[in-house]
């Protein structure tokens, strides 16, 4: 469960990003990106969201999480296919000789606050 | 209002980690973030390498532990300057936790410092703890499949031990495999095959290690 750790980061990065923005209020939105092999489980970081955001900012903002694919680029064929897991093989031929790229990052996009009141 | 922020999450902790490492170049000290499930021999593994490093490198440890000083007392033992993290209950450490843990230990004495991570080989792959290479070790009782069912950690080392190879005929572990799927995961990876209970494959591992301590001297 180092997802709570990750959170928890995660809703003291989103302060400081408002603090520096010269911005306040309530969150909104949360764009997130979370590579699908960061080895970061999304319906924990949803559970470790429920956990920590009452009482923060993060409160009652809606939480929008991407999760890109990773490429397994093939030697073999020469082909580069968007993959999930890893299976050490190429999904188009089957050859071993592959390497991986990308799917690793878990991002902080973007952030929504409610509009100040005029 | 929408603010683009596009930054890793663990930022702080990248940063901290950056400051780190940029503290070991200074005092020519080369960080190791030692990982692998609990029981895989981690410690073991580090005794062997104190005993054959001795003489050519300095090592201090901080050990990482969920509870207890087991381990720290182990390395206490051979007379190598030690700490103990406790965690509580945390699966992995983090740079916080080692920034803090260096306070107590004379970094500018030491050649070489390696950090004995949590047992897990999960939660460990996300935090960089400012060291410049990551060790895997992963030992012949667990099986070849781990490579595959946890390919973050073993995609972000710089070298695969496999640990207790004297067990390999009584096991159904496939080194090839093994091997095979670490150079599709991490191709720049260095691989070694160690019993660390009878000493074989520790001096090309420590011959390794000097190696790369070298490497960090002459690009700090």
Redo the contacts between chains.
Sequence with gaps: ??EV??VD??I??VQE??RR?G?SGRVTRLE?SIGR????SVDAVRFALELLAPGTPVESARVDIRQPKALCCCQACGSRTEIET???RCPRCGS?E???EGG??????????E??DP | ?????????????AQLAEELRARLDAVAVLGVNLVGSPGCGKTTLLEALVAELRGRLAPVVIEGDIAGSIDAERIDALGVPVVQINTEG???L?ATMIGAATQGLDLAAADLLVIENVGNL??T???DLGEHVRIVVLSAAEGDDK??K????F??SNALVLTKCDLLPHTNFQVDRAA??MR??A?EARMFQVSALRGEGIPALADWLVEQHAATRSGA
Excluded: W
């Design positions: 469960m180092h750790a990750i980061a995660l003291g990065q990003e408002v923005a911005a997130l092999l960061s080895g970061v890893v299976d050490c071993s592959i390497t991986i690793r990052d878990m991002i902080l996009e973007s952030i929504e606050l509009d100040a | 209002m929408k603010i683009v922020a596009a930054k890793k999450i663990l930022n702080a902790n945390a699966c992995h983090d999960v939660c792959a996300g935090f490579l595959v946890y390919p973050a950690i995609r972000g095979a799927d599709r995961l191709p």
